[in-house]
């Protein structure tokens, strides 16, 4: 899945993306609205990762994730 999908099906994503990563709170998925950009950061912020890492598991989540709509 491309990450224009997932900001596209945000509203049914961030319950995978909790499950994924639990600090992320419900204001921040809801101020991300989808942008990976955004994700990114806070994942580097709340998990320490470096810019590499996060974007690296920004694109196996897209890879894993499976969409109902």
Do not use: C, H, P, S
């Not at 491309?2 to 900001?7: A, E, F, G, M, S």
């Not at 709340?46 to 598991?57: C, L, M, P």
């Amino acid at each position: 899945m491309n990450w224009d999908q997932i900001q596209g099906n945000w509203k049914q994503m961030t319950g995978q993306v909790k499950e994924k990563w639990g600090k992320l709170t419900d204001d921040d998925l809801t101020t991300i609205a989808g942008k990976r950009d955004q994700l990114a950061g806070l994942l580097q912020e709340r998990y320490g990762y470096a810019k590499d890492k996060a974007d690296k598991a920004l694109d196996e989540f897209a890879r894993e994730l499976k969409i109902k709509v």
